[in-house]
């Protein structure tokens, strides 16, 4: 063989060698790819990446390690080497710095790491010699989403083992499987996890579900028989017992009357276990001091362990219970908020406990079973009413033939009634739309025409009707027609919807500007005072504006956006007028929406109290709290004070929400000092100012606290100074039948409203509140110093207690304490909490 063809087998034979070995890497960047599709768990992966880089590169020393960045931990999850070991789990990334791993984490970058680079990289301190050293080391950046979140690595001790450029490269492309892999198989187990929890959840439903449905079942039952007048009550007993014995354990049940005139306890039914309980034993008795009495008089649920039932006995509140009783449950039976007996149960055995949810079951029962009886009563009195009716027709007859003949004449009067307002001699609002209408149906068919609508309401008319009486208010309303009558031009039509409420009908526009001048001449002549029973009286008025438009077919739309519209007028300050456009509609939408939700949360008692306690400046002991309304919707969830309470003052709903939360309130601190024995606390409780217009507030107030059983002495009432600027003689008369009563009045915000000395003199005042505007960083305002300091010298002076609003940090706390004002609450003592958060500061120590 010649030289030539020696070269030639040669560069055949390194041909082959490069051939065999792309083949081989071909042959594991496969098995790679395949192994992040088909891989089911991260150990076999890491193993199977193992033996596929072997077969590209050494790789005898080779390792995984994960990186926590948030925890800053790293973890070897795979590891095979021949000289050093990482211990199993993870290890901080402190305890590793330095080494090439966290070299590699921080720099995101690859590192082919020969000897020479590694002594360079010492030098330079960026890294430091960890376990034993090698001949190379070459380690790349798992990165997924642009984080680090790992290292893969090879390593060799072997001098005849060294790594190069192509290495690195074919590592890189590995490590992106790897990642993908590990990304895939995590994002499997996650849901794995998810649809495992919510496999329990929905087993969790479904037994919920089932145990509900029984429920449903099991009341709508009791609801049938209820309704089933014709069922005998002993019957109806015993089928309710019947099926609350389906519900819970009701062995040992009975139902039993109270007779109130008689001071009687009957047993209307029975049922008992025990062998040593006769008729006897449920025979009528005397009201005595048993633990069905205890419940009767109280007028709430009561349940009961041997221990309570002890506990109760030598307090010498109820008699010696029974020793085989180990857990007893009674509810009232009320009737027109009348309590008129109880329903019991009660268990003989300690592994049958009754709870919570056994009493509330229980306490709905007991309605229809009130339900029940108060039915059968109306039975037999509408007996005795049929009897009575039946001789009462022939009078009625004789009735009818007289009302017959009224109601022709009132028809006639009707049909000047029905085009005609009775007070004003004005067309009402049936005319009116009929005009509008028409007005509608001509701009249709020319559009040319234009026209336009206003609506008027007065601004302080009701204050003219409180404080001099309606005649007055309907004198204003006639002037105020024949005024209005007056500033339009005579085919124009001055209409009057219903109290005092106006509108105007402006055809045959030739420029908006005209409608524009009405409505000013309008506003301008109404702000100026009338006179009536010789008292000038201002009222001003708001006034709604709008054009014609093609958009609007009836009276109604064009109606309730002009209404619109002037309601916005009155936000914007009264006494103007303002043009309607579309996001007015959106505006008053939206507070409709909110009023309607907030009479259903009347109807369903969502407004609860939260306190915030009131304390002694002086060693910073709790002396009351303040009721804060609050309300959880069902539908819009937590309802801040601020989005709900201006809408409920100008609806007046207010007050309802008021009396929820002062009768709520009250029971609360009755509760507590039944079961702290904390009689030395009062609740203060704030009253919108319209209440104390009514002359039946006394009486209200005095009913609530005898239905919660709380002394009067124990309650606050908050006013603002509105209350004092009208119907003076009304409020005064109040606020002495509320002194007489036992509760105190305390004047809130005191210094920012139309404060008076006056007042102080004239209006049975006991505390005042001073407005935390003037406390808040007091000791940076030498001017707020000295109003505050005025305010308490004047209190002391008359004898009156002050109260600190809005204190928050501990130098305004001491410089009240320092000025001599006696209480303060705020949030640097307490935030406004509901009741079972207060309730812990209540425990004596």
């Known amino acids: 063989m010649n030289k030539k063809e020696n070269d030639l087998a040669k560069e055949s034979l390194i041909l082959l060698d490069k051939y065999r070995k792309l083949e081989a890497r071909y042959t594991a960047l496969f098995t790679l790819n395949q192994l992040a599709v088909d891989c089911a768990d991260l150990n076999t992966f890491f193993t199977q990446v193992h033996h596929a880089i072997s077969a590209i590169m050494p790789a005898n020393n080779f390792y995984i390690a994960m990186y ?33 791993t966290c070299y590699v984490i921080k720099s995101a970058k690859p590192l ?77 187990e996650r849901l794995q996890k998810a649809v495992d929890a919510r496999t329990r959840e929905l087993m969790g439903q479904i037994r919920e579900r089932e145990k509900s449905e029984l429920l449903q079942e099991s009341l709508y039952r009791i609801s049938e028989l209820t309704n089933d007048t014709s ?174 003949k009224q109601r022709k004449e009132a028809e006639a009067k009707l049909k000047y009634a029905a085009t005609h307002d009775s007070l004003t001699g004005l067309p009402n609002r049936a005319i009116f739309v009929d005009l509008l209408n028409h007005a509608i149906a001509c701009n249709v068919r020319r559009p040319e025409l234009k026209f336009s609508v206003l609506f008027l309401d007065l601004d302080r008319f009701k204050v003219v009707n409180d404080s001099l009486g309606h005649h007055a208010g309907d004198q204003l309303l006639k002037e105020v027609a024949l005024e209005l009558k007056r500033i339009v031009r005579t085919k124009d039509v001055v209409a009057r919807l219903g109290g005092d409420e106006f509108v105007i009908l402006i055809e045959d526009l030739e420029s908006n500007q005209e409608a524009y001048d009405v409505a000013q001449r309008i506003t301008e002549y109404l702000a100026t005072p009338f006179y009536i029973a010789n008292q000038a009286v201002f009222i001003g008025t708001s006034i709604g504006l709008l054009f014609n438009d093609l958009r609007y077919t009836s009276a109604d739309l064009m109606l309730r956006d002009a209404d619109t519209a002037m309601y916005h007028a009155k936000d914007k300050g009264k006494g103007r007028y303002e043009v309607f456009d579309a996001s007015m509609h959106k505006k008053v939408q939206n ?97 919108f100012a319209n209440h104390f217009f009514n002359r039946t507030l006394p009486g209200d107030i005095m009913k609530i606290l005898k239905e919660v059983g709380l002394d009067p002495s124990h309650l606050h009432i908050e006013l603002t100074e509105r209350a004092l600027l009208e119907n003076t003689h009304i409020v005064l008369e109040n606020m002495n039948a509320l002194k007489q009563m036992g509760i105190k009045i ?74 001599d004002c006696m209480y303060g609450q705020g949030f640097y003592f307490y935030k406004p909490m509901p009741a079972h958060d207060l309730a812990k500061h209540l425990q004596l120590p």
């Open 746 to 819: 305390l004047l809130d915000d005191f210094g920012t409203g139309y404060s008076s000395l006056s007042y102080l003199h004239r209006f049975p005042i006991d505390v005042l509140k001073i407005d935390r505007s003037f406390i808040n960083n007091v000791d940076e305002h030498d001017n707020h110093q000295a109003i505050i300091k005025a305010i308490i010298d004047l209190a002391t002076n008359l004898q009156m207690a002050t109260v600190g609003e809005g204190i928050e940090n501990l130098s305004d706390a001491k410089l009240l304490q320092e000025m």
């Open 591 to 687: 507070a409709l929406r909110l009023e309607t939700d907030i009479r259903e949360a009347i109807i369903k008692s969502e407004f609860i109290p939260h306190f915030q306690p009131i304390v002694r400046l002086s060693d910073e002991a709790i002396v009351g709290f303040e009721a804060l309304a609050r309300w959880e919707s069902d539908q819009r969830g937590f309802v801040y004070p601020s989005e709900f309470i201006p809408l409920a003052e100008e609806t007046n709903l207010i007050m309802a929400i008021d009396f929820e939360i002062l009768e709520k309130a009250c029971r609360q601190l009755k509760l507590w000092q039944d079961q702290f024995k904390r009689f030395d606390l009062y609740v203060s409780c704030n009253l």
């Open 68 to 100: 926590d960045q948030g925890a800053q931990t790293i973890n070897f999850v795979y590891e095979v080497d021949e000289k050093d070991s990482y211990p199993p789990g993870e290890m901080p990334f402190a305890e590793l710095e330095g080494s090439m």
């Open 231 to 404: 069922l005998d009550i002993d019957k109806f007993y015993s089928m309710v017992h019947n099926i609350i014995g389906q519900l819970i354990n009701a062995k040992n049940f009975f139902i039993a009357k109270y007779d109130e005139e008689q001071e009687l306890l009957t047993f209307a039914y029975h049922s008992d276990q025990r062998n040593t309980y006769t008729d006897a034993d449920f025979a009528p008795r005397k009201f005595g001091n048993h633990y069905t009495e205890l419940v009767i008089k109280c007028g709430k649920a009561m349940l009961l362990t041997h221990d309570d039932m002890m506990a109760l006995y030598e307090a010498g509140e109820a008699v010696l219970p029974p020793k085989e009783t180990k857990s007893w449950l009674g509810v009232p039976l009320i009737q027109s908020g009348k309590v008129i007996g109880a329903m019991v149960i009660q268990s003989y055995q300690k592994n049958v406990i009754f709870n919570e949810q056994d009493q509330e079951l229980l306490k709905f029962v007991s309605q229809h079973v009130s339900t029940a009886i108060k039915r059968r009563e109306i039975a037999d009195i509408e007996r005795e009413a049929h009897e009575l009716l039946e001789s009462q027709v022939k009078l009625r007859t004789v009735a009818l033939e007289e009302e017959i």
């Open 112 to 188: 082919l790491a020969t000897p020479e680079r590694m002594e360079e990289l010492i030098q330079e301190n960026k890294i430091k010699q960890v376990g034993t050293r090698g001949t190379d080391w070459l380690g790349i950046p798992l990165i997924s989403d642009g984080f680090v979140i790992g290292v893969m690595a090879v390593q060799s001790y072997d001098e005849t083992v060294r790594y190069q450029e192509h290495d690195l490269e074919m590592l890189t492309f590995t490590a992106q499987h790897v990642v993908n892999a590990m990304m895939r198989l995590q994002d499997r």
